[in-house]
């Protein structure tokens, strides 16, 4: 046997080695009308392999991966959907499962707890919105610093902020901690620590605190007002805005539900942030959210029949 049929034979083995895992499917996709798998046009259902793009229309789109979790894009929206994340490039989506990220605009969504749901909804410029449905869940940026930490039913939002790093801004109620000051901001539920001269007179009293971050969870104090963090409300307003199946116009627009269905809860999202002071963390403004990702129709239920929902 000469040395070219030897390598042929190789190289042939080693390719049909490769292939079906490389091509092998890690779910399916389906909704009720047409939508685009990797740019071309599906109508019904069809199978989703790792890092398939997909976009929808006028139609939403269920997808139930191998694995179990459920993924739902809302109409007119995109994303790239891979084994263990979702990168979400417009409108919105929702994700019911566990260890799944949902990166979207250099933020990173973790959940912290088995079986949660989130819905992640991209709105103007460089805002995002994210809902805890169930479960909680951490929110970073693309370089690991925490800028929120989200509870069952918290909706929060986010926009990067203009201009290089500017300082942490923080607002909730300082305590000593095993010898530590710290101070857990009212609206992002982020911890950290304080450090500066004449910091132990506000103990025990609602603050809000300028300064540089020397580590992830540490802030160097720049400037501290007392009394400063607006209402007493908590970044778990809006529960029912971030639960519930309707959605008001701006849900409506970014989540593709249609327009018959009640807009109460995209009234109480935007309730969210009344009376939350806005935190500022690694460039990130952190504030109540405005019902953005209040917009994709109803959860639990809708996913176990591996059908798209009417």
Not at 6 to 17: D, E, P, Q, T
Not at 140 to 160: D, K, Q
Request: aromatic share 4%.
């Amino acid at each position: 046997m000469s040395f070219r049929i030897i390598l042929i034979v190789l190289l042939a083995s080693c390719l049909f080695g490769i292939l079906p895992g490389a091509i092998s499917t890690i779910g399916v996709a389906t909704a009720n009308g047409s939508f685009w798998l990797d740019h071309s046009q599906v109508a019904g259902n069809a199978n989703v392999f790792d890092g398939s793009v997909i976009e929808t229309g006028k139609a939403m789109s269920d997808l139930s991966l191998t694995s179990g979790l459920k993924i739902r894009l809302g109409m007119d929206s995109r994303g790239q959907v891979f084994r263990g994340r979702l990168e979400l490039e417009q409108g919105a989506g929702q994700v019911s499962g566990s260890k799944y990220l949902v990166k979207a605009r250099g933020l990173r969504v973790f959940p912290v707890t088995s079986s949660a749901t989130v819905r992640v909804a991209l709105g103007p410029k460089s805002l995002v919105e994210v809902a805890a449905v169930t479960g909680s869940f951490r929110v970073e940026t693309a370089a690991g610093i925490r800028v929120a930490n989200m509870a069952p039913g918290a909706a929060l939002s986010f926009t990067e902020q203009a201009g290089a790093a500017p300082p942490t801004v923080v607002c909730g109620d300082a305590e000593r901690v095993d010898g530590k000051l710290l101070l857990t901001d009212k609206t992002s539920g982020v911890t950290v620590e304080l450090s500066g001269a004449g910091l132990t007179q506000y103990i025990g009293k609602s603050i809000s605190v300028t300064g540089n971050r020397t580590g992830n969870d540490a802030l160097q104090v720049l400037s501290v007002k007392r009394d400063a963090c607006g209402g007493a409300g908590t970044a778990a307003a809006g529960v029912a805005a971030a639960a519930g199946a309707g959605a008001g116009a701006a849900g409506t627009a970014a989540a593709g539900v249609g327009a018959g269905t009640a807009s109460a809860a995209g009234a109480a999202g935007a309730a969210g942030g009344v009376g939350l002071s806005t935190a500022a963390i690694a460039g990130i403004a952190v504030a109540g959210a405005t019902g953005l990702g209040a917009g994709l129709a109803a959860t639990q239920g809708v996913f176990s029949s591996g059908n798209a929902s009417k």
